[in-house]
């Protein structure tokens, strides 16, 4: 039994061994076969004409400074600005204006786009550089160091663009300088002087400043004066003319913290009128042509009268009302207001002019009634036709025609036919004097559509001179 077990062991050693000088062996060929590949793919390599390649060395792997670390970022405590404690830090601002958006008289606002660039020095950002070249991050590193704390003054909404990253630059100099830029979108307050809309001209204004630092502290200036402010040729606004920007500086003063600069972009802005010309005046002006037309049209005729003035006052009311419909509710009269109401002013007393005349003319029928029906002669009582052959009516002529023919003949239908002569000689020298006062009366009613004629069109023409003397300047 003791030799069994002495057996196994020996056996167990000999395999134990004969594995492991394999392995060596394997691991010897494996070696030998590597650097006998490795020589030849760099004889290959170094043959002229071999379409091998060096394998260039992994840069990635190799040990890069930090950007934090070579800013120094954890050695300064960059929650105070720089050189706090002493002077204020001088800080530089220029704005490229990127575009002029929408300008809304409804909401007194205006919506424009820029660039902000801020210039500012920090010597606990400076670092050593051979070449004198600057760094430039995204906004991940604007968090972790001091930046001005710019804001919008009566700014109503703004926003930085974030596609497809958050638009911020930053650009860090080796002596410590930096530039600091951003794309912003703001809408603005705009208070606009609408007494001479549309034929006005309007100036806004966009204002920069710090919100917690003062002047002694941080000093807001224009990088490069007027020029600081940069404009695209290509901005145009649909119903303004873009006549001047510029800019200015001011100190803003709060009674609870003290006094601040602030930054101001101006511009200038004059309305297109062509667009107002066709939607406003130009129908308003024929509405009051076309009630004048009525003054042509005969005063009987009153079906054709009366509904073209409804209608041109009708129209004019809707003109009113639309453009009432897309302006403020300002407290105070405007320019296109003035033209509005005058024009419909009169367009309605066109339509008072016809009831005038319509009026007197009922008056002057009524009267021609009332005198026909007085002055109708009354034959009752005539008993003697001899008598009517005195009347006063007739001449000598008549007496000697009618006794040639005897009293004895004046009997049967000719005494008949000489009473009925009579009697429509006194009808006619009756009617005389109410033909007369008639007429006259007639003669009156026309000469009001007459001279409505000229003082209608005179009136307007005038009242256009005068307004547009005025508000065109």
């Not at 030799?3 to 594995?19: E, N, R, W, Y």
């Amino acid at each position: 039994m003791h030799a069994d077990v002495c057996f196994m062991l020996c056996a167990c050693f000999f395999s134990t061994g004969a594995l492991q000088l394999r392995g060596q062996v394997f691991q010897t060929c494996s070696q030998t076969r590597s650097k006998r590949e490795t020589t030849r793919t760099q004889r290959e390599a170094h043959k002229p004409g071999s379409t091998l390649l060096m394998r260039s060395p992994d840069v990635t792997k190799a040990p890069v400074t930090k950007s934090e670390q070579l800013l120094k970022l954890d050695d300064h405590d960059f929650t105070m600005r720089p050189g706090f404690g002493g002077p204020a830090i001088p800080v530089g601002v220029d704005v490229q204006l990127e575009s002029l958006d929408t300008i809304s008289e409804v909401d007194m606002d205006f919506t424009m786009t820029l660039y902000l660039r801020h210039y500012w020095k920090d010597e606990r950002l400076s670092f050593p550089s051979n070449t004198n070249q600057s760094m430039t991050f995204d906004g991940r590193l604007v968090k972790k160091i001091w930046v001005p704390d710019i804001f919008f003054v009566h700014s109503k909404r703004s926003f930085i663009h974030d596609t497809t990253t958050e638009n911020v630059m930053l650009r860090v100099h080796p002596d410590g300088k930096v530039l600091y830029s951003l794309r912003v979108t703001v809408t603005a307050m705009c208070n606009m002087d609408l007494s001479h809309f549309p034929l006005d001209t309007q100036t806004c204004s966009l204002e920069i400043e710090s919100y917690a630092y003062t002047d002694d502290d941080l000093m807001l200036y224009w990088k490069r004066g007027n020029k600081s402010l940069q404009t695209d040729e290509k901005i145009s606004l649909s119903q303004f003319l873009i006549q001047e920007f510029h800019t200015t500086t001011k100190l803003a003063f709060y009674s609870s913290t003290g006094w601040y600069n602030r930054l101001y972009i101006n511009f200038t802005l004059r309305r297109h009128i062509f667009f107002f010309l066709l939607q406003t005046y130009f129908p308003a002006t024929l509405m009051v042509m076309l009630s004048w037309v009525s003054f042509w049209i005969d005063r009987r005729a009153v079906p054709a009268r009366v509904p073209l003035g409804i209608t041109t006052v009708l129209t004019m009311s809707t003109i009113i009302t639309g453009v009432n419909a897309s302006m403020p509710r300002v407290s105070y009269i405007k320019a296109v207001d003035i033209y509005l109401w005058v024009s419909f002013v009169f367009v309605f007393l066109s339509v008072i002019e016809y009831a005038a005349v319509n009026y007197l003319s009922t008056l002057q029928e009524r009267k021609e009634r009332t005198l026909s029906s007085r002055q109708l002669p009354c034959t009752c009582g005539m008993t003697h036709p001899g008598q009517m052959m005195m009347s006063s009516s007739y001449s000598d002529m008549d007496m000697m025609t009618t006794g040639n023919y005897g009293m004895s003949e004046l009997n049967g239908d000719k005494q008949e036919q000489f009473l009925v002569h009579l009697v429509l000689d006194n009808e006619q020298g009756a009617q005389r004097p109410a033909v007369s006062s008639s007429s006259s009366l007639f003669i009156d009613t026309h000469a009001i559509d007459k001279y409505s004629r000229v003082i209608f069109p005179g009136a307007y023409t005038l009242f256009n001179i005068i307004y547009w003397s005025i508000y065109s300047q």
